[in-house]
């Protein structure tokens, strides 16, 4: 039998009927709804006079048009409650499972569905929304697609895809003390760009992986979209069975020894063949944060922003200098102690329990700037449950901090939660586009260290002692 890598593996079980020029017809296990994509998909469904093929395959939460604010409701943004009222009504009348404001489960979905056990090994999984590879660090096949893709599966649970090309990229070595799977996956970007993995699936894999928990792969494959690939994924292990082990939706008894058994079998053949190789040493990665207008235009917190030099390519040099005028910032200066004035802790990328803890103890028995205006919003309901439970709230709120409720809030600003033109904020979410969190707003993205950092410092700055 022919070598496979673990993309053959999840693709093959999944294929309905395969056509011509890699097209096939894959079964879809698991279809999670936002209040954005999610209502938008359904209301197509309802316009038609379609039901939900599979209801009880399908997950819905509000989260990114929801308020962040203390207190909140659906309604805090007005625009928020409508998209809300909607997904609410349409959820109930399809009989799928909708994990609503303040109720235990619900949270930005691509943080609640793997902490509730929706997302398992082995599955396919699909959202309208692009950061859905989050969820192939658990070995699942997980993709964004568009709100038109999205009806045909709910109504169908089917979707027709082209097969991609494979890579593998591996990191070898091991990561400093004082840097994280933010900084590793900023890192890969950074040195082959946002395009490299067009057209990719990409499997994840090394020594340093393994060292990972499951929070951090998370992390990573996060970001495979802003790598250019579509779905990213790491082959499941034993930290992946501990992580999902008791979850509300996972396998128990003896159904979780066979599936713990089949799920040993997802990982590449050792002489499987890749269309593209990658290695990465992780040695030589440091605390990174973005100085442009892309996730590719990412440097180390200590060095100077690259200079525009006549010897680069026009289109190179170009973007530079319009990623450094709109950034306010000069070419081949140092970056380290440009003022800021926000500090965004939050977002599908880096919301998570181990995210906040990484955060406070950063800034335990320290203060934000005084200049500076800091927020932390838990990722999931669990997770800010969980984060009070150990006090983290109470440290975040002494130094200063927001403490606020789940969501998307700052990531994308759909809920109205933007900064204001020309300020500068240290986020730790996954875009720094031009105008992502507000018209004329400078966004540097970091790890939750680095953020908390520059929070105190009131400027770009990399973790205190070290």
Not at 91 to 103: A, K, S, V
Not at 132 to 144: D, E, I, Q, V
Not at 155 to 171: G, H
Not at 256 to 271: F, G, I, P, R
Request: aromatic share 6%; with cysteine; glycine share 10%.
């Amino acid at each position: 039998m022919k070598a496979r890598t673990l993309l053959d593996k999840l693709w093959d079980s999944h294929v309905i009927q395969q056509y011509e020029n890699g097209w096939a017809l894959l079964h879809i296990d698991r279809q999670l709804l936002h209040d954005l994509s999610g209502t938008a998909s359904l209301n197509a469904l309802s316009a038609r006079g379609l039901s939900v093929h599979n209801p009880e395959l399908v997950y819905a939460t509000p989260d990114h048009a929801v308020s962040s604010a203390t207190g909140r409701d659906a309604f805090t943004y007005e625009t928020g409650g409508k998209l809300w009222k909607r997904l609410h009504n349409l959820t109930q009348q399809e009989n799928i499972r909708f994990f609503d404001i303040g109720q235990q489960g619900h949270g930005i979905v691509h943080v609640m569905a793997p902490e509730l056990g929706l997302v398992l090994p082995g599955l396919t999984v699909i959202c309208g929304d692009s950061h859905t590879c989050t969820n192939g660090a658990l070995g699942a096949l997980a993709f964004g697609v568009g709100s038109s893709e999205l009806a045909h599966a709910l109504a169908t649970q089917t979707l027709k895809q082209r097969k991609p090309k494979s890579m593998r990229v591996r990191f070898e070595g091991a990561l400093s003390a004082d840097v994280t799977a933010k900084d590793l996956i900023l890192y890969t970007i950074g040195r082959l760009g946002v395009s490299a993995g067009t057209g990719y699936a990409v499997e994840y894999t090394g020594p340093v992986i393994r060292q990972l928990s499951m929070e951090q792969r998370m992390t990573l494959c996060n970001l495979s979209i802003e790598f250019g690939a579509k779905m990213g994924f790491i082959a499941p292990d034993q930290t992946t069975f501990e992580y999902i082990k008791g979850r509300q939706y996972a396998p128990r008894g003896d159904i979780w020894d066979q599936a713990c058994e089949a799920w040993l079998t997802l990982n590449s053949d050792a002489d499987a063949l890749f269309d593209s190789e990658v290695v990465i040493n992780a040695d030589e990665v440091g605390q990174m944060i973005t100085w442009g207008i892309s996730p590719e235009q990412v440097i180390c917190v200590d060095q100077n922003i690259p200079d525009v030099d006549v010897s680069l390519d026009d289109s190179v040099r170009k973007a530079r200098q319009a990623a450094a005028e709109y950034m306010g910032l000069t070419p081949g200066a140092p970056l380290a102690g440009t003022p800021v004035d926000r500090v965004f802790i939050g977002s599908c990328t880096n919301a998570r329990l181990s995210d906040l803890v990484e955060a406070a103890r950063v800034v335990q028995g320290r203060h934000v700037a005084g200049h500076v205006n800091a927020w932390v919003v838990p990722g999931s309901e669990e997770v800010k449950q969980e984060a009070q439970a150990l006090g983290l709230d109470v440290v975040f709120k002494n130094a200063g901090f927001e403490w606020r409720e789940p969501g998307c809030s700052m990531c994308v600003a759909a809920n109205g939660e933007i900064g204001r033109s020309g300020e500068r904020i240290v986020s730790t979410t996954n875009r720094n586009f031009v105008g992502r969190q507000g018209p004329g707003v400078r966004t540097h993205l970091a790890s939750p260290r680095v953020a908390a950092a520059c929070a105190l410092a009131g400027a770009i700055t990399g973790t205190i002692g070290g």
